[in-house]
């Protein structure tokens, strides 16, 4: 944080954003050749201070292209391939493996208030600087226009906000740049309301600001898009909508008191939020010029698989690269040149979100009808059956995918423990054709990753919908949630459909959210968490493979009962009740209301008595 920066307390470090006296003019340092998200363009030097606090410096911020540079840097502030214990739905109910890692122990309520959190921390590091830009845009009387760097950087704040809000509810809200006397260092938590409604405003500041996708060069691809936040927009109205409809304020605490309070709080935003998600997703979806990747001709029925390990023309057989992708809306782009994942992706992925019994059982049979309903579903007596005439999805990602036109390797056949519950991922992992090698060497893979994309716009739309009139008309669902079906080999759902099979478009609406998403940006958590459900949901059992009537059932060779420490336990299947392997008994997984909200770290707490806990912690 600059010169003195160790006699002021954490908290003061994460949020202020200026410190009196400090005078570094004329530091000018040149710096990496690009920032890493924006490969193409970026091979010019150009002029940036260090240290972080070196940029409040009168020299800065008083050019065009001052701004440029400020407003890219903050593509490093999110999410990326080294936070999949977050970015993935690791540890919810549709993951069958266990450990304890972060997610895993707030999948079971177990979490405990940390000392420190660099979520928190990250947020606050990167919302300060977004704030010192912005308060230097207000001052700037320079030639060049810095609109669009403003409006990017109004998009990154509120990214940022709205995932503190997801993860804390209300927090402080910051959006100047402050001094160390600053009252609002000392003041109580803004509510979860006051914080989305600045995330709104910065958003619509976005909207206004930013080019549409059509407008950005070839070489920027990456870069935020008028259409990009719109969608976000939408995805936020979406969230809170349903948050108050189905969680109100439960996890607000004790009114204003508690520090975070309910302050704004108004279920009349309810529709409204409602009714601007359809219109936000269907300007997108009739104006973006996006495309669902769908080349399954192409690809044996695996665009789905594909589609997220996508980098040049030898990451998949038909050659496509990313240049044929017109469905990442905004994402954060890798580079095999540039910048690689640095990580375990592939490892992390395939073990760590492996598929649970309820994740396998959700896929529909290929006629439409869920599992128990059809007379397409061949049953779990071998290994590959359940994925005979299944949806193609359940293919693409839980199984391997190395020659075309083979069958490709199905689940663990072999039950021996070591986290070995029958099945295993391949959504986010690549394999080199005609070899048991993968594509990239682990740590080097480049595939981009997406926080929003055509598919979830079209089921946003969808959802918005039904949560507005309880239906939808078969006009729309033929232009949303059938066009995601359809890529899936899955026919259209109409009404008549729906009603002749007793399904219904608020259950169909829910589980195309959860399989299309799958191991995408939390999804899952918070999807069970705005849906009211989530204590239900994850305090369920976990299971793995059915064993009764398979051939797993007696024969020691494929099957090692004593391998597994909570045995077996019958649950509801396709065919009806059958036991299976359990992964985690209900006994353990205590999920409550209280762990909607994760709890704030004690090195804040401690240094704010007016900054109070979350409820439960």
């Not at 540079?69 to 493996?97: C, E, P």
């Not at 078969?474 to 026919?491: C, F, H, T």
């Not at 909570?566 to 649950?571: L, M, V, Y």
Request: hydrophobic content about 35%; aromatic content about 12%; glycine content about 8%.
């Amino acid at each position: 944080m600059g010169i003195g920066s160790k006699s002021i307390p954490l908290r003061h470090r994460y949020l202020i954003l200026k410190l009196k006296n400090i005078q570094m003019k004329n530091i000018i340092y040149k710096v990496l050749p690009c920032v890493m998200v924006l490969f193409a363009s970026c091979a010019d030097e150009f002029i940036d201070l260090a240290p972080p606090a070196s940029i409040t410096d009168e020299v800065y911020y008083t050019e065009a292209e001052h701004f440029l540079t400020g407003s890219n840097r903050f593509y490093t502030n999110l999410i990326g391939w080294g936070d999949q214990g977050i970015y993935a739905d690791h540890g919810s109910d549709l993951v069958g493996y266990t450990e304890d890692s972060d997610m895993q122990i707030y999948s079971r309520g177990d979490t405990q208030a940390p000392e420190s959190d660099s979520y928190y921390s990250g947020a606050y590091s990167a919302i300060r600087d977004m704030n010192l830009l912005l308060a230097r845009a207000e001052e700037y009387s320079g030639e060049g226009s810095i609109a669009e760097y403003v409006a990017a950087t109004k998009f990154h704040r509120a990214w940022q906000y709205f995932f503190l809000v997801q993860r804390y509810g209300g927090v402080t809200l910051v959006t100047e740049p402050l001094d160390v006397d600053s009252e609002e260092l000392y003041g109580p938590r803004n509510s979860r309301y006051e914080v989305v409604a600045q995330i709104l405003a910065d958003l619509d500041d976005a909207i206004a600001g930013l080019p549409a996708e059509q407008e950005i060069s070839s070489s920027d691809k990456g870069k935020i898009s008028k259409w990009a936040a719109m969608a976000f927009k939408a995805e936020v109205l979406l969230h809170e909508a349903t948050w108050m409809k189905y969680v109100g304020d439960t996890t607000d605490g004790d009114g204003i008191s508690t520090g975070a309070g309910s302050a704004g709080f108004d279920t009349g935003n309810i529709n409204n939020y409602l009714q601007e998600v359809v219109t936000l997703t269907k300007t997108v979806m009739d104006q973006g010029g996006y495309e669902l990747w769908n080349h399954n001709d192409a690809l044996d029925n695996l665009s789905s698989n594909f589609l997220f390990n996508l980098e040049d023309g030898g990451s998949n057989p038909g050659g496509f690269d990313k240049a044929s992708n017109k469905e990442f809306i905004f994402y954060n782009k890798y580079d095999f040149t540039f910048r690689q994942a640095g990580t375990l992706v592939s490892h992390v992925f395939e073990g760590r979100v492996k598929p649970s019994r309820k994740m396998m059982d959700m896929f529909l049979c290929d006629d439409g009808l869920p599992i128990d309903q059809s007379q397409r579903f061949m049953g779990y007596a071998n290994t590959e059956d359940e994925f005979q005439n299944r949806d193609l999805r359940m293919r693409a990602y839980f199984t391997y995918h190395k020659n075309l036109g083979e069958i490709p390797e199905t689940g663990d056949v072999t039950l021996n423990g070591t986290n070995n519950f029958g099945y295993f991922n391949s959504k986010f992992m690549s394999w080199k054709w005609g070899t048991d090698e993968a594509y990239r060497a682990t740590t080097t893979e480049a595939y981009d990753m997406p926080f929003i994309r055509l598919a979830e716009v079209y089921l946003m739309y969808a959802e918005a919908l039904y949560e507005l009139n309880g239906s939808l008309s078969d006009a729309q669902m033929n232009e949303s949630i059938n066009l995601v079906k359809a890529r899936a080999g899955l026919p259209p759902i109409s009404n008549t459909f729906l009603t002749v099979n007793g399904m219904d478009i608020g259950t169909e609406i829910r589980r195309e959210r959860t399989i299309e998403l799958y191991a995408e940006s939390a999804t899952r958590f918070n999807d069970l968490k705005r849906w009211g459900i989530a204590e239900e949901e994850l305090g369920e059992t976990i299971y793995g493979a059915v064993i009764e009537g398979t051939a797993y059932e007696g024969n020691t060779a494929l099957y090692d009962p004593a391998a597994y420490g909570f045995g077996e336990g019958t649950t509801t299947t396709g065919v009806g009740p059958r036991r299976a392997v359990i992964v985690q008994p209900s006994s353990i997984r205590n999920f409550s209301r209280n762990n909607y909200l994760f709890p704030l770290p004690t090195s804040q707490t401690g240094l704010n008595d007016q900054l109070l806990q979350n409820p439960g912690y």
